[in-house]
């Protein structure tokens, strides 16, 4: 079996195989695989490569929804630190 560039240690292709797979599971797969995406490669672009490749997967498998909420943008961070950040107020 040839490595997969955009999956070198099989992670997601692993994730698809397990029977059973949750959606917090394949969660913590996707974080993993990130981590080890190089820094000078495009992420979104990698897991767009990555759902064409298991484009013959059902869309209800937790990965294929896993890599599906990957390419929406993250919203900014709002936590505050202090006083304001432990009683929750806004300002």
């Known amino acids: 079996m040839t490595k997969d560039p955009r999956d070198p240690k099989g992670l997601i292709r692993e994730a698809y195989l397990i029977d059973g797979i949750t959606a917090a599971e394949c969660r913590s797969i996707f974080l993993d695989w990130a981590l080890g995406v190089p ?30 909420a990957a390419l929406h943008d993250a919203p900014p961070p709002r936590r505050r630190g202090g006083r304001a950040g432990r009683l929750g107020t806004e300002s």
């Open 39 to 68: 820094v000078e490669k495009d992420t979104q672009a990698q897991v767009r490569a990555l759902l064409l490749d298991y484009a013959e997967q059902p869309n209800d498998h937790p990965m294929t929804q896993t890599l599906l």
